[in-house]
């Protein structure tokens, strides 16, 4: 079993930063399991956003939405098993709850996947205010 606590949400106005974290715990977890970050606005289906994934020894690669890329940044601390999302620019349509899930069965092809995602957080809310 896995573990995955998100925390960082709160209410911003648009235009601010804010930072996610997400730690993993249990004791099938490694640091070779695909960590990424999701959202999902009331009505919409979970839409994937980044994610980081262990390619070989200590190298990783991140993998971004377009709709985010150049505004949201991943990145990973694997002595900490947590995985940070850091989001610039806020815009209102960016208002959603974020989740984190973790995966060993993604690759790059099938990284948007969620329903590959075995482990979830329980979604931390970010509003951003126009």
């Known amino acids: 079993q896995v573990q995955l606590v998100e925390s960082g949400g709160g209410l911003v106005q648009a235009g601010e930063t804010l930072r996610l974290s997400c730690a993993a715990s249990?004791?099938?977890?490694?640091?070779?399991?695909?960590m990424a970050w999701f959202r999902q606005a009331p009505g919409k289906e979970r839409e994937f956003l980044a994610a980081?994934?262990?390619?070989?020894?200590?190298?990783?690669?991140?993998d971004y939405a377009d709709s985010v890329k150049g505004r949201f940044t991943i990145s990973r601390d694997t002595s900490k098993s947590t995985v940070y999302l850091q989001m610039i620019s806020l815009k209102p349509e960016d208002t959603a709850v974020y989740y984190c899930?973790?995966?060993?069965?993604?690759?790059?092809?099938?990284?948007?996947?969620?329903?590959?995602?075995?482990?979830w957080g329980q979604g931390t809310q970010v509003t951003v205010s126009s």
């Open positions: 899930g973790t995966s060993n069965r993604v690759v790059g092809a099938t990284i948007a996947t969620s329903t590959l995602y075995d482990y």
């Open positions: 249990g004791r099938t977890f490694t640091s070779r399991y695909t």
């Open positions: 980081t994934r262990w390619l070989s020894a200590s190298t990783y690669y991140a």
